[in-house]
């Protein structure tokens, strides 16, 4: 490790956990969890099915393991939250023709109405989250935390 990041590790004698950036990532993840998840609940959700109905939103019909590879989850994770998302009347499956292994899954009319009601509360979280922030620092911030994926994906 070269000596002009070594403030920013916790091997440092120097080391301050202010400075360690992953501290400061997982805190503004859990907080913004928090927020969504308190203004979720009038609605009855968490935020795994909200991410499920979410991404479901950006790539409709996708597969059950489209959905664990993008949100991070487990399979086993995403199908029973696929399947009490169902249950609840907000996405349905089906077999795909062309492999009768996967299943897809889509929203329903219930589930594209749930969509406008979290991004509408989303939109607050957002606003308040990104007050005192420039849209070009958050577009820096957004590059610099996909230069730091792309070199932990390596």
């Not at 070269?2 to 501290?23: I, R, W």
């Not at 979290?118 to 509360?121: A, E, G, Q």
């Not at 308040?128 to 577009?139: A, K, M, R, W, Y």
């Given at each position: 490790?070269?000596?002009?990041?070594?403030?920013?590790?916790?091997?440092?004698?120097?080391?301050?956990?202010?400075?360690?950036?992953?501290?400061?990532i997982t805190q503004v993840h859990s907080q913004y969890v928090q927020n969504v998840d308190h203004a979720l609940k009038k609605y009855g959700l968490d935020n795994s099915r909200r991410r499920i109905l979410l991404a479901l939103k950006s790539k409709p019909n996708a597969s059950v393991s489209d959905l664990s590879d993008m949100l991070i989850f487990k399979m086993s994770t995403t199908t029973k939250i696929i399947?009490?998302?169902?249950?609840?009347?907000?996405?349905?499956?089906?077999?795909?023709?062309?492999?009768?292994?996967?299943?897809?899954?889509?929203?329903t009319h219930m589930g594209e109405q749930m969509v406008e009601k979290?991004?509408?509360?989303s939109h607050i979280v957002l606003d308040?989250?990104?007050?005192?922030?420039?849209?070009?620092?958050?577009?820096k911030m957004l590059d610099s935390l996909k230069l730091i994926f792309r070199n932990l994906a390596h």
């Open positions: 490790m070269t000596s002009k990041y070594s403030k920013f590790f916790s091997a440092a004698s120097e080391f301050n956990l202010d400075n360690f950036p992953y501290y400061w399947y009490r998302l169902k249950d609840e009347g907000l996405v349905d499956t089906y077999c795909c023709e062309e492999d009768a292994r996967i299943t897809r899954v889509v929203l979290i991004n509408d509360l308040q989250s990104f007050e005192g922030l420039t849209p070009l620092q958050i577009e």
